[in-house]
């Protein structure tokens, strides 16, 4: 399975996910609560940076990263955040 985003339903309209500053993701608010895969190339790296940016800014968003089902990170933030994560 790999590396996998929650993303959750907030305030926000928008949000994208970076790994090792590479877009790979992105989630609109109707698509509600959903958790996606993250492309091959980095679905199975030992070790990711991880970066959430929700739209607009100052607005609370909500994601969740995942390894083989297991929760490595909940992310919640108004502008961005990011992470160095192990699988």
Same mark, same amino acid.
């Given at each position: 399975?790999?590396?996998?985003?929650?993303?959750?339903?907030?305030? $926000? !309209?928008?949000? $994208?996910?970076?790994?090792?500053?590479?877009?790979?993701?992105?989630?609109?608010?109707?698509?509600?609560?959903?958790?996606? =895969? $993250?492309?091959?190339?980095?679905?199975?790296?030992?070790k990711?940076?991880?970066?959430?940016?929700?739209?607009?800014?100052?607005?609370?968003?909500?994601?969740?990263?995942?390894?083989?089902?297991?929760?490595?990170?909940?992310?919640?933030? =108004?502008?961005g955040?990011?992470? !160095?994560?192990?699988k």
């Amino acid at each position: 399975m790999g590396w996998r985003v929650r993303f959750i339903p907030r305030e $926000v !309209d928008r949000m $994208v996910v970076l790994i090792d500053g590479q877009n790979v993701l992105s989630w609109s608010q109707p698509e509600g609560d959903v958790t996606k =895969d $993250v492309p091959p190339e980095h679905a199975n790296k030992s070790k990711i940076h991880i970066r959430g940016e929700g739209t607009p800014n100052g607005r609370n968003a909500q994601m969740q990263v995942f390894f083989d089902n297991a929760l490595k990170k909940n992310m919640e933030f =108004d502008n961005g955040e990011d992470h !160095d994560l192990e699988k």
